[in-house]
């Protein structure tokens, strides 16, 4: 997404919305013995609430930048998204 390039099937594997995206780190830090601490797993439940169902092929960079400013003109906390993005 940072190159401005959508997903292909090939480098996204058996993944179809945002959603799953974001739930796969979750699942490999928790694997690991070190789930994410309450500022990432909040960052990461208000992305998954408000994008997750979108799939990934229609998400691109300027959807996530557009999201970023919008939370911003909401008051919510869009730096996380800035930095962890």
Same mark, same amino acid.
């Given at each position: ?8 099937? @090939?480098?996204? +594997?058996r ?5 799953? $995206? *974001?739930d796969?780190? *979750? ?7 070190? +789930?994410?601490r309450?500022?990432? @797993? @909040?960052?990461?439940?208000? $992305? ?10 229609? $998400?691109?960079?300027?959807?996530? *930048? ?12 869009? @730096?996380?998204?800035?930095?962890? *993005?």
């Open positions: 997404m940072d190159q401005g390039l959508a997903p292909t099937s @090939a480098s996204v +594997p993944l179809q919305t945002f959603g799953d $995206l *974001i796969r780190p *979750i699942a490999d830090m928790c694997e690991v013995g070190k +789930p994410p309450r500022s990432k @797993a @909040a960052t990461l439940t208000m $992305l998954k609430r408000d994008l997750g169902k979108e799939r990934i092929g229609h $998400l691109d960079r300027q959807k996530l *930048i557009d999201y970023g400013k919008m939370g911003a003109e909401k008051g919510k906390c869009s @730096a996380s998204l800035d930095h962890d *993005i």
